[in-house]
């Protein structure tokens, strides 16, 4: 007979349906017991779809009777934990913000404050009040991305002015350093700036507040996102299903607060060669669809890897406002049109646009 760590080890064979990965890697086999009567597996899905609990169902199996020889194989399953209801906001809202948004990413390096600064673009565009915190104080890149090198100034209220930039509002620590000085800071100290930036701001009335959280699950995470009485989330991933792992670590975060997750988007999602115009998906592609579809949350849309966007960055001039009409800048227009979607059926009262 063989042992669970050896059945555990077989297992990683199965993969999920539609990935490359294996249930083991995607913490879906939690326990697996060894009677006399036959072998338990203790399966937790992360989906309702009873098509790919019956799939994977099927599949351990038949792979625990091909290693063991054992016909009675029982498959136990854990049903996926279901947000608890939201509890009345306890944080006080923001006098003159309507929503709250926050544009979070399992991890660096997925493109999450270029998504956050053309969703924010792309929502003003669509005729929103739309102002723009750079919450991500380790590195933060807002002022980079929209070309702003001056320093706010103060209210007769001493309260901080925010710049204006292509119709946004924006604040950012980088504002107010040297730029390559590092910030080395502890938890308490990032706290209280952000919640400086929140509610000792001149905001005056915006339709949409969009933060951009600095990257991964943490601690730091979830204080700022205790901090703003958030309306929703937004999570950036990309294709390969490492990454789309981190959405389901994005998702509990949200969760933990109370805040909907207003949906997936999916940057780098292939890219378009600049000379003939072919499409390769270089990373894999449909893996945020996929897993948005699974975890029963909207998908957003698919942002290309093309270089006209790091070339619009770098340059200060965003790519929704340097080529409006590209195809990349009207997938964060599709973007911001779904969050403003999500935004209003939670809300029940329609945001005003402009087609």
Known sequence: MATPQEILAGLKEVKYPGFTRDIVSFGIVRDIEIASAGITVT??????????VDEISRAVRERVRAMTGVGAVEIVIQEPEKPKPAAPAKTPGIPGIRHIVAVASGKGGVGKSTVAVNLALALHGLGQR???????????????????????????????????????KAISLGLFIQPGQPVIWRGPMI???????????????????????????????LTITQQAPLSGGVIVTTPQDVALLDVQRGIAMFNQ?????????????????????ERAEIFGHGGGRRMAADLSIPFLGEVP????????????????????????????????????RELEQRAGIALPTVH
């Open 43 to 52: 399966l937790a899905m992360n989906t309702t779809k009873s098509e790919t």
């Open 130 to 168: 739309i102002g723009l915190l750079d919450a991500d104080v380790y590195g933060p890149s807002v002022p980079l991305m929209l070309g702003l090198d001056e320093r706010p100034s103060s209210s007769a209220q001493e309260r901080i002015v925010p710049l204006d930039r292509y119709g946004l």
């Open 191 to 221: 706290t209280k700036l952000l919640t400086q930036f929140l509610r000792e701001v001149e905001w005056g009335d915006l339709d949409v507040l969009v933060l951009d959280l600095p990257p991964g699950t943490g601690d730091a995470q």
């Open 257 to 277: 607060v109370n805040t909907p997750v207003l949906g997936v988007v999916e940057n780098m999602s292939f890219h378009v060669c600049g000379g003939c115009g």
């Open 305 to 340: 890897l093309v270089r006209g966007i790091r070339e619009s960055m770098d340059a200060g001039r965003p790519v929704v406002i340097a080529a409006p009409d590209s195809p990349e800048a009207q997938a964060f227009v599709a973007i911001a049109k779904g969050v403003l």
